[in-house]
């Protein structure tokens, strides 16, 4: 069984009994710093500093940066680029989609994606089981783009992501910008979930909303 957790803003770790990964680890941005968080596997989306805090993970792991496939501990990832901003990285840069497959499941987890996708890419990717996304406007997509690209990928499961929150030190959008579009929104009080089965077994996508660690 997958298991997810949310320290904040884009930083997660992913695990299985057999992998444990962890992606887009931040410096102090006013969430809590998580202590000997070790992983096998850590991926970074783009070289800024709310998402390339390597040095706070521990442990032998490998190391995802830059555009290409992989195969490690028999886990599929593709690492594919695309832009921090609307204007081809002229404004903020580039940034990598990653996408990864644990137990017949798809993950993609957009960094800080800036625009719409072509469809080309779209058809590229395929399908798409679990979608984490950022929401919050000013640095990425906004809610509304958000939710275009959601439906043009149709996961079974949302994660949003890259939004405001209380502790956050710099502004964005609140979530409500974009849980407003759905119906089946599933609120946890704690920062981790398992993803069984039943999640995936709705009409429409589930968005879930995990608390922050702390």
Same mark, same amino acid.
């Given at each position: ?35 000997? &968080? ?17 040095? &706070? ?5 490998? +190391? ?22 609307? $204007?081809?990285?002229? $404004? ?24 719409? &996708?072509?469809?080309? +890419? ?93």
């Amino acid at each position: 069984m997958v298991k997810v957790k949310w320290f904040g803003h884009s930083f997660w770790e992913i695990s299985t009994e057999d992998m444990c990964l962890v992606t887009d680890p931040f410096s102090d941005i006013g969430y809590s710093m998580p202590e000997d &968080l070790k992983a096998d596997v850590v991926l970074s989306s783009h070289d800024h500093f709310d998402h390339n805090n390597i040095s &706070l993970i521990q442990g032998n792991y490998e +190391l995802l940066r830059s555009e290409g496939s992989y195969n490690l501990k028999g886990v599929a990832f593709e690492l594919i680029p695309v832009w921090h901003d609307e $204007n081809q990285g002229k $404004n903020r840069g580039k940034n990598l989609l990653l996408k990864f497959a644990l137990e017949g499941k798809t993950f993609l987890h957009c960094g800080d994606l800036g625009h719409l &996708l072509s469809k080309k +890419l779209i058809r590229q990717l395929g399908k798409i089981d679990i979608l984490l996304i950022p929401v919050g406007g000013v640095f990425t997509i906004d809610a509304e783009l958000a939710k275009t690209l959601c439906t043009q990928l149709n996961p079974q499961i949302i994660f949003p992501m890259h939004y405001k929150t209380p502790v956050l030190k710099f502004e964005l959008a609140p979530l409500s910008d974009f849980t407003k579009y759905y119906q089946s929104v599933i609120n946890y009080d704690k920062s981790e979930v398992a993803l069984t089965e039943d999640l995936f077994r709705g009409d429409e996508p589930a968005v879930i909303i995990l608390n922050y660690a702390l």
